[in-house]
């Protein structure tokens, strides 16, 4: 069974950096599918933070643009988020995962809480 182990949240002041590590463990699939960062604030749906395919280049939602990067590590099985000019609406749970037919191919880990604010 695949297990997700994201880390690296904290909490930190508008205009700082986190960087998100996502641990993925029992997927022989993992180099060959797209995988992404989502993230839910508090009483709000889980939103598509960052995608990034096995080839080819990388999608980001329009909020995080300019400011999130998301790279992944094959060899490893991991996948990063690196947040830089971390804004107050970028506080929420973090969990890594892998799009899947509308739904997710892999049953959520715990998350990384953020929290940016000052």
């Known amino acids: 069974q695949v297990q997700l182990v994201e880390s690296g949240g904290g909490l930190v002041q508008p205009g700082e950096s986190l960087r998100l590590s996502c641990e993925v463990s029992?997927?022989?699939?993992?180099?060959?599918?797209?995988v992404g960062w989502y993230r839910q604030a508090p009483g709000k749906q889980r939103e598509t933070v960052a995608l990034i395919p096995s080839e080819g280049t990388a999608s980001y939602r329009d909020s995080v643009k300019g400011r999130f990067s998301i790279s992944r590590d094959n060899n490893k099985h991991m996948v990063y988020l690196q947040m830089n000019n971390l804004e107050i609406d970028d506080t929420a749970v973090y969990y890594c995962?892998?799009?899947?037919?509308?739904?997710?191919?892999?049953?959520w880990g715990q998350g990384t809480l953020v929290t940016v604010s000052s």
């Open positions: 029992g997927s022989f699939a993992f180099s060959i599918v797209t």
């Open positions: 995962n892998a799009p899947y037919h509308g739904d997710y191919r892999w049953n």
